[in-house]
Structure formats: structure tokens, C-alpha cells
């Protein structure tokens, strides 16, 4: 199994970290302008900064992909643990992204749509952008093979 790049790990917990910022200011002035709890307003701002840069942490932590000889395979998920299987025969396309921090960081995301699907099915996000490109001419070469195999049977 493959794991993330750590880099995204740091663009998640770094977003986290802006977010808990942003809501923990919210809720501190909220619960002391409504509540007059001044006692607990600094708990307030820092408990969902430290809890969502654990949350994408744990996130980071999670997330695995393997790609089989007939098959992708992504792992994931804190509370709720995913796993996906998507076999290359129903592969239709498969796509490489690089937002404005991706690019900044060298980054890229993968995206395989699949065959009766309303959107990706699958992302992979935090690969380097040679390792993404890789694997894009990797699955669709077995998506070939796949759908050449599949039309023999």
C-alpha cells in the first residue's frame, strides 16, 4: 500500500489549522458576549483549532492506495473508514489536477471516472506531480489491457 505525500498533510493540517482559527474566534466571542463566560473563552478558541489539525492528521494518517493487476484500491477514513475498489475495465478516464497550492508544492491530484458514474469515483490527492502523471499512463494502459481482455470473453 502507497501512502500520501507528506506535503499534503501539511496544506490539510495548515487549512485545518486556519479553519479551527477562524471558528474558535467565532465561538470565544460568541460565548462571551451571549454567555459572559470569560472563564472559558480561551478554551473555546483553541479547542476546534487543536481538534482539526488532529482530525487531518489522523486523515493523512489513514489514507492508503494500491494499485492490483486488475484493480485500484483506496483506503481511507477517520470516523468513518472507506475502502474503494474500482476495476479497470469500467475505467473511462482518468484526469490530473494541480490547483494554485499544488503547483507551488509540486502536487498533484488523480482522478478516475469510472463507467456509469455522475463524477469521479475515485481522487487520489498529495502525489508528486511525476509520481501522478505515472500512474495516469500506468492505469490507462491496464484500462486497455482490461477492456481488450474483457471483449475476448
Same mark, same amino acid.
Given at each position: 500500500m502507497e501512502s500520501l505525500n507528506v506535503k499534503i498533510r501539511n496544506i490539510w493540517m495548515g487549512t485545518s489549522l486556519v479553519i479551527?482559527?477562524?471558528l474558535g474566534s467565532i465561538i470565544s466571542v460568541l460565548a462571551h458576549a451571549s454567555l459572559g463566560l470569560a472563564s472559558v473563552t480561551g478554551l473555546v478558541f483553541?479547542? @476546534? @483549532? =487543536?481538534?482539526l489539525v488532529f482530525y487531518s492528521f489522523k486523515r493523512y494518517q489513514n489514507w492508503f492506495f494500491q494499485v492490483h493487476d486488475d484493480h485500484l484500491e483506496i483506503n481511507k477514513g477517520v470516523i468513518r473508514k472507506v475502502s474503494m475498489v474500482v476495476p479497470f475495465v469500467r475505467v473511462q478516464h =482518468?484526469?490530473?489536477n494541480r490547483g494554485p497550492l499544488e503547483r507551488v508544492l509540486g502536487l498533484s491530484s488523480l482522478?478516475?471516472?469510472t463507467a456509469g458514474s455522475k463524477g469521479a469515483d475515485m481522487r487520489i490527492p498529495g502525489l508528486k506531480k511525476a509520481r501522478a502523471e505515472e500512474m495516469q499512463e500506468d492505469l490507462k494502459n491496464k484500462a486497455i489491457e482490461s477492456e481488450k481482455g474483457f471483449d475476448a470473453v
Open positions: 479551527g482559527l477562524v483553541v479547542l @476546534p @483549532p =487543536i481538534l =482518468i484526469d490530473t482522478r478516475v471516472y
